[in-house]
């Protein structure tokens, strides 16, 4: 079902296939990787679209473009920038499509982990197939993946295939085979470090579950060690001995794009950043600052770009890392002072996701989908998760509208993610019964209201020409909130969940 909506969604992207997506960017990393020696990966800048993945991403671009030149040899070559053929595009999506085999497997070995309610029940209610359709029929993957494009399926089946093996050493290999191919999962590197070596490292508890500092393993821990050095010397090896890994790191940590990307995503700063503009604005008013002295809007103009803050102190790369590690510091204490089996993992993980996007640098509004997809697994056993679910997923999900813009994409958007929504509230209702209180039920329903002013409403008003970029903050402001509140409320079932014995995953 999944692959036969992409098909329909590929009808809206292919009427531009290069505006607003990713086909470019991966096109020109095909090219950089077929087409130049190794050390010169990372120094190409022909195009905009740098090669900015880890080195293990790199080498599988080289692979995809051996099967590429045989559909059009002329995408390979670097110079030709922008280009699309017909057989490009056909390339990209099928590839699309068939590494998604590996998130298909994952979300098969994570649906039988799902504990299964005892006597018989419908299959369609049953936990492990509303799990299997949350997963496979993601809308925010499906519009990321097959109509923005990018590689996020492939990528996360390796973070649910070491969320389902994370007591074993499988586990550990798979994330770091994944913090490999894009680093951007360092969000959630803290909980499989502090777990892995709490739960596995520590091979007992004392009967309290507190850890047993006598049953401390060193060979686990040179064994993961072992695991993790492995990985990291066969990605990064080759640029390493070229004395390249400075060029490497600092095309994986571009500090100098600035606080938000171009469309804030919904989180802290987004909220930062409008209060920072308020705040600007009635100082103005109130003749209490001079206009002519203020920084240029530049936040607001949808660029990518370092910018000051009007009147609030502006944000460094350093407070932001501040901040987040003081977010999840909480989760990766519980983790360690009780692990909590299985839930307790994928609390801690859900946590660090978020909290690395609610207060990251340059945050891009995909990384949402880190959260959402691994908060699928506790939302079909837990009422309490469900609800926290349902609004994560909704205005998460939600906040993606904007990278598919063009007027043929809005019916395909919004049937999809109708679709997505109504079998989440209504498979999970009927599973576990009511899961919102009606002010977060208002909170939902006005995303209704946005999404008419933003995609209906402000595009023939004249406002459209003036403020372009009021649609963009309106939808991460407005999804913010949300975001926020799941982030608190997901704490709060960490820390103020009853004693429970623990579940194997």
């Known amino acids: 079902m999944r692959k036969c909506l992409s098909t329909l969604a590929d009808f809206s992207a292919q009427i531009d296939p290069l505006t607003g997506n990713s086909s470019g960017v991966h096109r020109n990393w095909l090219a950089i990787t077929h087409s130049l020696p190794v050390s010169r990966w990372y120094y190409e800048n022909t195009s905009e ?68 309610p005892k006597g018989s029940r419908d299959v369609l209610s049953r936990p492990s197939f509303v799990l299997a359709v949350l997963l496979l029929w993601n809308f925010g993957l499906l519009v990321v993946d097959h109509i923005h494009f990018q590689y996020n ?24 085979f994944l913090l490999n191919l894009k680093h951007i999962y360092l969000y959630v590197a803290p909980a499989y470090g502090v777990y892995l070596l709490r739960s596995y490292c520590f091979a007992q508890d004392n009967k309290d579950g507190s850890v047993r500092w006598s049953s401390f393993s060193p060979l686990r821990l040179l064994a993961l060690g072992a695991i993790v050095t492995s990985v990291c010397a066969l990605s990064f090896g080759p640029f390493i001995a070229m004395g390249q890994l400075p060029q490497v790191l600092s095309r994986l940590f571009p500090f100098k794009r600035g606080l938000c990307h171009a469309y804030w995503a919904p989180n802290i700063w987004a909220l930062y950043n409008v209060l920072d503009k308020s705040l600007a604005v009635l100082g103005v008013r109130l003749k209490l600052l001079e206009e002519a002295e203020l920084p240029p809007a530049s936040m607001t103009g949808g660029l990518v770009q370092e ?96 990278l598919l813009f063009t007027p043929a994409e809005l019916p395909i958007k919004v049937v999809l993610m109708l679709m997505f929504t109504i079998f989440s509230f209504t498979a999970l209702r009927n ?75």
Request: include cysteine; glycine fraction near 4%.
């Open 49 to 116: 679209w740098t090669l900015d993945y880890p080195p293990l991403f790199a080498w599988f671009e080289l692979g995809l473009s051996q099967v590429a030149r045989r559909f059009d040899a002329n995408m390979l070559q670097v110079e030709n920038l922008n280009y699309a053929s017909p057989a490009t595009v056909l390339f990209q999506r099928l590839s699309v499509i068939v590494t998604d085999v590996v998130f298909i497997y994952a979300a098969r070995e994570c649906c039988r982990c799902v504990r299964e």
């Open 153 to 176: 399926g492939f990528l996360f089946g390796f973070l649910l295939l070491s969320v389902a093996k994370h007591l074993q050493v499988q586990g550990a290999l798979l994330f770091a």
């Open 307 to 402: 910018f000051e803050h009007s009147v609030l102190p502006s944000v460094t790369p350093a407070v932001t890392l501040v901040c987040t590690l003081l977010s999840i510091l909480p989760a990766v204490a519980s983790i360690w002072l009780r692990p909590h089996g299985a839930q307790g993992f994928l609390r801690c993980l859900l946590l660090c996701a978020l909290g690395c996007f609610m207060f990251g640098w340059h945050v891009h509004e995909k990384a949402i989908l880190i959260a959402i997809l691994p908060l699928s697994i506790l939302a079909v056993e837990s009422r309490e998760d469900a609800g926290i679910f349902l609004i994560l997923t909704t205005t998460g999900h939600y906040s993606l509208f904007p």
């Open 431 to 505: 599973a576990q019964g009511s899961l919102l209180h009606p002010l977060e039920v208002i909170y939902l329903l006005g995303l209704v209201a946005v999404a008419i002013a933003c995609e209906v409403v402000f595009p023939l008003s004249p406002w459209q020409q003036r403020l372009p970029f009021l649609p963009l903050l309106v939808t991460s402001v407005y999804c913010a909130m949300g975001v926020c509140y799941a982030f608190l409320r997901l704490y709060a079932s960490l820390l103020l969940r009853r004693e429970e014995k623990p579940k194997q995953l």
